[in-house]
């Protein structure tokens, strides 16, 4: 069974303050990598997509990938009180018809003004 | 104004009733998703379809139906087989499933399914 896993939090950073959320995945063979943001009874938007071994940054989000420690992480620098919300980590695993996106469970974060 | 939409945004159920949620994109995308969400668990894959007249099903398929009959439209029956629908339904798009960007996923808003 393909999993991935994340701390469910809740998360609690102060505004300005820098938000790291980890997450982890089992499939070796997992190419795509994906952050999203869901706030509360609303639907998930991209945050961030990662496809190789490094860092990648987009304005106050930077997203790490270590597929050797099977590993995918996303900061949030200067977070806002708009960014309280629950971050959620996806994965591809399989190939052909059985490819599809694995869910974590999500992180719920809280930035205190 | 690209994207998603999904109608209603509540839907409610009776005992025995098929229920359908309209999912519409505009966004050209050739792939599109249903996923069913509920409280403390992950998004979880219903149906997905790569191209008009042609779907599978995900993880949970049992009580639910599909049809693509046209690229920017994917409709879901929640039909009454299916005993426990209350939940949160999103439906999504990506250009294709070829992997990287092109996979990306889009949600549409939402609807939210409540037995009476």
């Known amino acids: 069974q393909k999993e991935v896993e994340q701390n469910s939090g809740p998360l609690s950073v102060p505004e300005g303050a820098i938000a790291s959320l980890n997450c982890t995945y089992s499939?070796?063979?997992?190419?795509?990598f994906f952050w999203y943001r869901q706030y509360s009874g609303k639907s998930p938007e991209l945050i961030m997509s990662i496809y190789s071994n490094g860092d990648k940054e987009d304005g106050r989000f930077t997203a790490q990938l270590n597929k050797a420690s099977q590993y995918v992480s996303l900061l949030i620098r200067d977070s806002q009180p708009s960014d309280s919300a629950t971050y959620l980590c996806?994965?591809?695993?399989?190939?052909?018809?059985?490819?599809?996106?694995?869910w974590g469970l999500g992180t719920s974060l809280a930035v205190n003004p | 104004d690209g994207g998603i939409t999904q109608s209603p945004k509540y839907l409610f159920r009776k005992e025995g009733q098929n229920v359908t949620l309209s999912c519409e994109q505009n966004l050209n995308h050739d792939a599109m998703y249903w996923y069913r969400q509920d409280p403390g668990q992950g998004l979880r894959l219903i149906y997905y379809?790569?191209?008009?007249?042609?779907?599978q099903k995900g993880d949970i398929a049992e009580g639910y139906s599909v049809s693509r009959e046209k690229k920017e439209s994917f409709p879901l029956t929640v039909t009454s087989a299916q005993k426990n629908p209350t939940a949160f339904y999103l439906c999504a798009s990506s250009r294709n499933r070829a992997g990287g960007e092109g996979e990306t996923q889009y949600f549409g808003p939402g609807t939210r399914l409540l037995v009476l």
């Open positions: 379809s790569q191209i008009v007249n042609d779907f």
């Open positions: 499939d070796r063979g997992s190419q795509s």
């Open positions: 996806a994965v591809t695993a399989g190939a052909g018809n059985n490819r599809k996106l694995i």
